[in-house]
DNA sequence: CTCGTCTTGTA
DNA sequence: ACAAGACGA
C-alpha cells in the first residue's frame, strides 16, 4: 500500500493507536488509516478505573480482558511493536504520551458507549493533536441508517431492512504485515500486576474450558461454527444442550477481537459455498441485532438505567435478596432457570435461548427489577455488552421499543420441555436430578414420590423446592402489569 | 390517514 | 384465541 506523505504526517511521525473494545490487528481501520498516513505507531491500552462508573468492568471482563491483551501483546511483538499498557485516567495518560512520543496525531476505534465517547470527546480536547475515529466495531454507521423521515429507528425490523438495503459492508483487510514502532517506546505497564485475573477464590476454572481470547481464538470459533454449524443454524441455535449451536462468538464480538464485517463476509461466503440460505438468514439477522443494540444506545445514551417506554418505571419491582441470592446461585428449583444461572457461573457465559428463559423468571415470575438482573450478567458474563445486555434486558422486560407484549410470560417448564426435550442440558448443569426420567427433569416438584424415591431425590434436600409457584407469579407479574404500566398510561393520555 | 407488521409465548 | 398497541411507509 502506497504511503500518502503529504498529508498528517511525515512517514518516520509517530500516531497513538488508543485501543479499547478493539483488540485486534486485522479488518482494524483505526490501525489501518494510522499506517497509511504515519509511519510509526504506538498502540496503547489504557485502563481507567478512575471516574465512577457505574459499568466498570466486571470479574468475568476483567479475566477475559487479561487474556486478550495478552495475546494482543504477542500478536504486536510478532509484527516488531509492542502494546503500551497503562493504567489511570485516560485524559493526562494520553496526553502525557502524546508528547513523550511526539505524536502527530491519534487514532482510535468508533464506539457506542456513551462514557467512552465523552471520554473520547475528552481526551480530543486534551490532547491538542487531531483525533480520528473510525468504524471498527459495528457493520453499518449509525448515521447513515434513518427513517425516510430522517428519524431514528426504534423498532427492530425497519432497522434491519434499511441495513439490509444498505451497500454490502467494506472487505474486511489482512492484518498488517508489520507494525513499525519509533525508536522508543515508552514504557508500559505489567499486565500481570494489573490484577485483573481473580484472587481466591479462583472462579474461572470453568472459563479456560470454553474459551481462548484473542484474536486467534475467534478466528477458530468463527471457522469451527461456520464449517458444520451455519446450515441449520435457525434451529439449532434454540437448543442449548447442543454447545455448539450457536456461534459462541459473543465475548470476542465484545471486545473486538474479531470485526462484524469479518464474520459477516466470511459467514455469507461460506453459505453461498453450501447454499444455506436460512441459516445466513438467521445468522445476519443476528448481526444485525447486534448493530441494532450499539444503535439504540447510542442514541439512548440512558437504556442501560432507564426503561425505553416511561411508563414501565411505574412497576412496583420487588426487592427480594434472598430470591434473587438463589436466582444468581442457581438454587430457584426451576431446573432450567437453575442450569443457566450455574452455567453463567462457571463458563462466564449462558445460551441465548436459556437467558430469555431465566431473565424472564426474574422480570415476571419474581417480579425483581430488569436493571438487576441487567447487573448480575454484566458483572459474569464474559460477553458483557453494554448496550446488547441493556436492550436485551429492556426487551425481556417489556419496557424495550420492540414490542414484546408484558403478558408474554416464558413458562420454564414448557421452554424446558420444548428446547431440551432430551434433558442433556439440564442434566450437564444440575448434576443432582440426573437420575430423574425426562418426563419429570423439568418440573420434580410433580413428579410422584415414587419417582423421587426411585431416583433417591428428597425435594428440599438434594434439591431446592422452587421458589414460588408458576402460576401465581405469572398472575402477579400480569396484574402489575396491568394496574402500573396499561392503567397508567391510560391516565397520561387522558 | 390507513394499513401491514411486529424474534424467540401460553393456555 | 388471547391481548396491546406502536411503529413506519
Not at 485486534?24 to 462508573?53: K, T, Y
Not at 426504534?154 to 467494506?170: D, H, I, K, N, T
Not at 441485532?289 to 411505574?314: C, Q
Amino acid at each position: 500500500m502506497a504511503r500518502k506523505t503529504s498529508r498528517s504526517g511525515l512517514p518516520g511521525s509517530v500516531a497513538i493507536l488508543w485501543l479499547r473494545h478493539d483488540l485486534r490487528l486485522s479488518d482494524h481501520r483505526a490501525l489501518a488509516a494510522a499506517l497509511d498516513e504515519f509511519g510509526l505507531i504506538v498502540p496503547v491500552f489504557v485502563l481507567d478505573e478512575s471516574d465512577e462508573n457505574r459499568w466498570a468492568l466486571g470479574g468475568a471482563s476483567r479475566w477475559w480482558l487479561h487474556h486478550s491483551l495478552a495475546a494482543l501483546g504477542a500478536a504486536l511483538r510478532k509484527r516488531q511493536s509492542e502494546l503500551v499498557l497503562r493504567r489511570g485516567d485516560s485524559v493526562s495518560i494520553l496526553r502525557d504520551l502524546v508528547r513523550e512520543t511526539g505524536a502527530a496525531a491519534l487514532f482510535c476505534g468508533e464506539t457506542h458507549e456513551p462514557w467512552l465517547r465523552s471520554l473520547t470527546d475528552a481526551v480530543e480536547k486534551a490532547v491538542g493533536v487531531p483525533v480520528h475515529r473510525r468504524r471498527v466495531s459495528t457493520l453499518f454507521d449509525a448515521e447513515a441508517i434513518r427513517t425516510k423521515s430522517g428519524g431514528q429507528y426504534s423498532v427492530y425490523g425497519p432497522f434491519a431492512r434499511a441495513c439490509r438495503a444498505q451497500p454490502e459492508p467494506e472487505d474486511p483487510l489482512p492484518a498488517p504485515q508489520s507494525i513499525p514502532s519509533p525508536k522508543r517506546m515508552p514504557r508500559s505497564d505489567a499486565l500481570d500486576d494489573w490484577g485483573l485475573l481473580p484472587k481466591k477464590p479462583d472462579w474461572s476454572g470453568g472459563f479456560d474450558t470454553m474459551w481462548t481470547p484473542g484474536e486467534a481464538g475467534a478466528d477458530k470459533k468463527l471457522k469451527s461454527f461456520l464449517k458444520d454449524r451455519l446450515d441449520g443454524y435457525g434451529a439449532s441455535r434454540n437448543v442449548p444442550g447442543d454447545p455448539q449451536g450457536t456461534s459462541m462468538l459473543s465475548p470476542h464480538l465484545h471486545w473486538g477481537e474479531i470485526s462484524p464485517n469479518q464474520v459477516w463476509h466470511a459467514a455469507k461466503q461460506a453459505a453461498d459455498r453450501k447454499k444455506a440460505k436460512s441459516g445466513w438468514d438467521s445468522f445476519s439477522g443476528e448481526l444485525l441485532w447486534h448493530d441494532f443494540s450499539a444503535y439504540l444506545l447510542r442514541y439512548n445514551p440512558e437504556m442501560p438505567e432507564k426503561p425505553l417506554r416511561a411508563a414501565y418505571a411505574k412497576l412496583p419491582w420487588r426487592r427480594d435478596k434472598a430470591g434473587m441470592r438463589a436466582w444468581q446461585q442457581g438454587r430457584t428449583g426451576i431446573p432450567i432457570v437453575d442450569a443457566g444461572m450455574r452455567q453463567l457461573w462457571r463458563h462466564g457465559w449462558m445460551h441465548n435461548r436459556v437467558r430469555m428463559i431465566t431473565a424472564s423468571f426474574l422480570v415476571k415470575h419474581m417480579l425483581v427489577s430488569w436493571q438487576d438482573g441487567e447487573a448480575w450478567f454484566f458483572d459474569t458474563l464474559v460477553d458483557a455488552d453494554l448496550a446488547t445486555n441493556a436492550a436485551s434486558w429492556q426487551w425481556i422486560g417489556g419496557c424495550g421499543t420492540d414490542s414484546q407484549p408484558f403478558f408474554r410470560v416464558f413458562n420454564p417448564v414448557t421452554q424446558g420441555k420444548t428446547h431440551d426435550p432430551d434433558g442433556r442440558y439440564v442434566r450437564h448443569y444440575v448434576p443432582e436430578l440426573k437420575a430423574l426420567p425426562d418426563r419429570w427433569l423439568h418440573c420434580p416438584w410433580q413428579a410422584p414420590q415414587s419417582v423421587l424415591g426411585k431416583a433417591g431425590l428428597v425435594l428440599g434436600r438434594d434439591y431446592p423446592k422452587p421458589i414460588l409457584d408458576l402460576d401465581r407469579g405469572r398472575d402477579r407479574a400480569l396484574d402489575a402489569y396491568r394496574k402500573h404500566v396499561r392503567g397508567a398510561k391510560k391516565g397520561a393520555d387522558a
